[in-house]
């Protein structure tokens, strides 16, 4: 039982390039988020999925995109980065209830680099 | 607008000490009250949590105390360890019924424990 796994660990990019980071868990959970976590601001959302084939915007959504085209798996694209994404990105995952808030389960983080 | 706040941004402790945490919130209708511990590299992980109806929860050697009607929760490790030392983050979500509970952060607090 893996739990939540990010790729890649470290990325470096330049100015206008793409990427995408995987997150992917496999604890059956349904639902699903991304954070970003800078010095002195603490975690903050980017885009949050509540099931397969669903996204939706948190935070701190602009710049990014999200997919969630598998339950196991939530995709966070940088179309065009800039200097300001820089940051560590962590997925984390729980489980849905009604009106019940389950403990979210977070992945090892990914630090890009955008120069 | 930050809507939970943390202080100190960072702490040192003597090994067998208490290491006080402190966080206030700004919106009454928040209903879950967690703390995560995050190690270097790693990601935060759930330590412990209280919703508004107690006004203290104990597990072990940390304690959350919460005043609802100052708006305001900490978190106390007694007989602090070597081992504690880590960034702590405060959060904050509501409940909400057939969708994601988002968790507000506090900006972390990075506790040393010293020999």
């Known amino acids: 039982n893996a739990g939540v796994t990010q790729t890649p660990k470290f990325r470096v990019l330049k100015t206008g390039q793409s990427m995408t980071l995987l997150c992917a868990q496999d604890?059956?959970?349904?639902?699903m988020y991304w954070y970003r976590q800078d010095p002195g601001m603490g975690l903050r959302l980017i885009h949050y999925s509540v099931g397969e084939g669903t996204t939706a915007k948190g935070e701190v959504p602009d710049g990014y995109n999200v997919s969630r085209l598998k339950k196991q798996n939530f995709l966070l694209g940088l179309e065009s980065a800039a200097p300001s994404q820089t940051s560590v990105y962590f997925c984390a995952s729980s489980y849905s209830g009604q009106g019940v808030l389950y403990e979210q389960y977070f992945g090892p983080g990914t630090r890009l680099t955008v120069t | 607008q930050q809507q939970v706040k943390q202080s100190p941004q960072s702490l040192i402790v003597q090994k067998g000490g208490i290491s006080i945490i402190n966080c206030a919130y700004e919106n009454t209708a928040f209903d879950y009250f967690p703390w995560y511990q995050q190690f270097p590299g790693k990601g935060p992980a759930l330590l412990i949590a209280i919703r508004p109806d107690v006004s203290e929860k104990k597990e072990g050697r940390f304690t959350i105390s919460f005043n609802k009607s100052a708006k305001q929760f900490s978190l106390h490790i007694m007989d602090s360890q070597p081992g504690d030392s880590a960034t702590y983050f405060c959060?904050?979500?509501?409940?909400?019924?057939?969708?994601?509970?988002?968790?507000?952060f506090g900006t972390g607090t990075r506790l040393q424990v010293t020999l």
């Open positions: 959060a904050a979500s509501i409940r909400q019924a057939g969708t994601a509970s988002k968790l507000t």
């Open positions: 604890m059956n959970h349904e639902y």
